[in-house]
């Protein structure tokens, strides 16, 4: 069964510390791994996918095969990447995605 | 391109009667997802539909549950005889190519059921 956890419901950092969102998974398969944001009252949108291996605002992850991980990171927090941030898995065909719980990123002056 | 529409965005029904969630998908997309998000949880996903077909239904409840996407119109997401539990946000999410690795789905605004 596939299963994404993401164990922090909040983190909450100062403008220009390092950030962290975890991310793990269970799948048997080869996953494809994404990360979607939600800013307040907008709608979730894709931030970035592994396969892509591309920086998006600042954001990068790495898919971790040996610890089935897909941490976002970014060096430097700004108030703008305040959001919701759900890491999600896709299925073999591409058609399902299974969300982690998500995280609240809070992003202090 | 307004991208995916979702209407209502707010419905209040009581318990017993019926709710139905519509969604038009991103222009030429001819894949729709819905997922419920109860509140403090994630998305789960739900129903796979291809225009005029249920492709996957793995995480549709067995009852009271249903979903379509005729040739014509939007999507929607029927929930007969709704009961309290029922009360969550529903989205909708639409595609242009699953096969392609770099398929994107796209999700609409949700919809909010409240059940009275």
């Known amino acids: 069964a596939q299963r994404v956890t993401q164990p922090e419901k909040l983190l909450s950092v100062f403008k220009g510390a390092p950030v962290e969102l975890k991310c793990n998974y269970s799948?048997?398969?080869?996953?494809?791994l994404f990360w979607y944001v939600q800013y307040s009252r907008q709608r979730l949108q894709l931030l970035l996918r592994h396969i892509s291996r591309e920086s998006i605002k600042g954001f990068t992850a790495d898919l971790n095969k040996g610890e089935t991980s897909f941490h976002l990171k970014k060096p430097f927090a700004q108030e703008e990447d305040s959001a919701m941030y759900y890491c999600a898995l896709g299925s073999n065909a591409g058609n399902m995605l299974t969300f982690g719980g998500g995280t609240r990123l809070m992003v202090k002056p | 391109n307004a991208g995916v529409m979702q209407n209502p965005r707010h419905l209040v029904r009581r318990r017993g009667q019926e709710a139905r969630l519509r969604c038009s998908p991103m222009?030429?997309?001819?894949?729709v997802y819905w997922y419920r998000q109860l509140p403090e949880e994630g998305l789960k996903f739900m129903v796979y539909?291809?225009?005029?077909?249920?492709?996957?239904e793995s995480g549709m409840p067995k009852e009271r549950f249903s979903a379509e996407f005729p040739k014509e119109g939007p999507s929607i997401l029927r929930i007969q005889q709704v009961v309290r539990g029922d009360s969550a946000a529903y989205f909708c999410a639409s595609s242009l190519n699953p096969g392609l690795l770099t398929d994107t789905q796209y999700f609409g605004p949700g919809t909010r059921l409240t059940v009275l």
């Open positions: 539909l291809q225009k005029e077909n249920i492709i996957d």
């Open positions: 799948y048997s398969g080869s996953p494809e």
């Open positions: 222009k030429g997309h001819s894949h």
